[in-house]
């Protein structure tokens, strides 16, 4: 059975509330900035900015209220108030996959001047318990990791990590490393390569992770049905194989999103060879030279110094994990 989560009275200025999304989204934004100024990249800077809207649109304002339990937005959580100023801040996000709800805990943020007073954790707890009482089946959240101390305090809550993943860039106009001196041969992708890719895939990007992303994996698939989707979609792609000795060593595709960041999706066996990774995204950033910025994300871990040879910067890696939902029933 799993026990239900406690914690000790914690002596410290002011009180946890629910976020009142009707006044407290400008003062949350202001303290996220506060809290991960350093680490923010341009998409987090526009998720502030965007909270700041909100926070002054009357139409949005109005709209929130009524939709908090079934839209993916950050608009329920828990407030840490002290004398009017909001010092704390945890977000609880609903997601939704074949019928069950998930929650992702995001935003857990305390104002430097009142860290390690136990707030993390009492705005960490107050937001699992709702989520129970909301009959989620399992509560995620992704924390950096170079963060050690918010990772032990997750573990002590009952988290459990389940993957780590690295957000990886390249920027437009810069040049490629130099090519590689190798047998390998990169060629557009044939049809014949898709099980294979899509095998890989999987592993890559694992469905325990795709309420929170979902992959449509038929953007890259091969056929008329889908070719036609793409054209009615207005969906641009480009895969590419690698082979050695008449063997495939990995796949990797594009998609052209229409934004400042096209996303590649890298697809490698099990135990791959670090060769075929750096020789697909060299070839990648020389047929995609005059696009915009790359970004791949992928599983932390042995293909690191492969990405990173290719001219690739790691962004970030987050550490997933996941703790219980509902608790069982008494008998």
């Known amino acids: 059975m799993i026990s239900t989560l406690t914690s000790a009275p914690i002596a410290t200025p002011g009180r946890l509330r629910p976020l009142n999304v009707l006044r407290d989204l400008p003062s949350v934004a202001d303290l996220i900035e506060l809290c ?3 680490t923010l990249d341009p998409e987090g800077r526009s998720y502030i900015d965007q909270m700041r809207r909100n926070g002054r649109d009357s139409s949005f304002l109005d709209w ?9 937005l950050p608009l329920s959580g828990f407030v840490w108030e002290d004398n009017g100023r ?23 943020a305390t104002h430097p001047e009142y860290r390690r007073r136990g707030i993390a954790r009492e705005l960490t707890l107050a937001a699992m318990q709702r989520a129970r009482e909301k009959h989620a089946q399992t509560i995620w959240l992704h924390v950096r990791d170079d963060n050690p101390g918010a990772i032990q305090l997750y573990r002590e809550l009952g988290f459990v990590e389940r993957s780590r993943r690295t957000s990886w860039q390249a920027s437009s ?26 095998e890989w895939l999987t592993r890559a990007y694992p469905e325990m992770l795709d309420w929170y992303q ?21 969906t641009n792609t480009a895969q590419w194989s690698a082979y050695r000795n008449g063997r495939l060593q990995g796949v990797l595709a594009c998609q052209r999103t ?29 047929v995609l030279a005059q696009a915009n910025s790359l970004a791949l994300e ?9 990405i990173r040879a290719a001219g690739f910067t790691a962004q970030r890696t987050l550490a997933w994990m996941e703790a219980p939902g509902m608790q069982p029933r008494a008998a």
């Open 36 to 38: 991960f100024s350093s």
């Open 64 to 72: 929130a209220p009524r939709v908090i339990e079934t839209v993916s």
């Open 86 to 108: 909001v010092v704390g801040n945890v977000s609880l996000i609903p997601f939704f996959k074949r019928g069950q709800k998930i929650f992702l805990v995001a935003n857990v």
């Open 173 to 198: 106009g810069t040049t490629p490393p130099a090519g590689m001196q190798t047998n390998l041969r990169v060629a557009p992708r044939p049809n014949r390569d898709w099980p294979v890719q899509r």
């Open 214 to 234: 979902p992959q449509g994996w038929g953007i890259f698939q091969p056929g008329l049905i889908n070719d036609l989707y793409r054209f009615i979609t207005d």
């Open 258 to 286: 229409g934004s400042r960041l096209d996303r590649l999706w890298a697809a490698l066996p099990a135990e791959a060879d670090p060769e075929p990774v750096t020789a697909l995204l060299l070839h990648g950033r020389r």
């Open 298 to 306: 992928y599983p932390a871990g042995p293909m690191d110094e492969a």
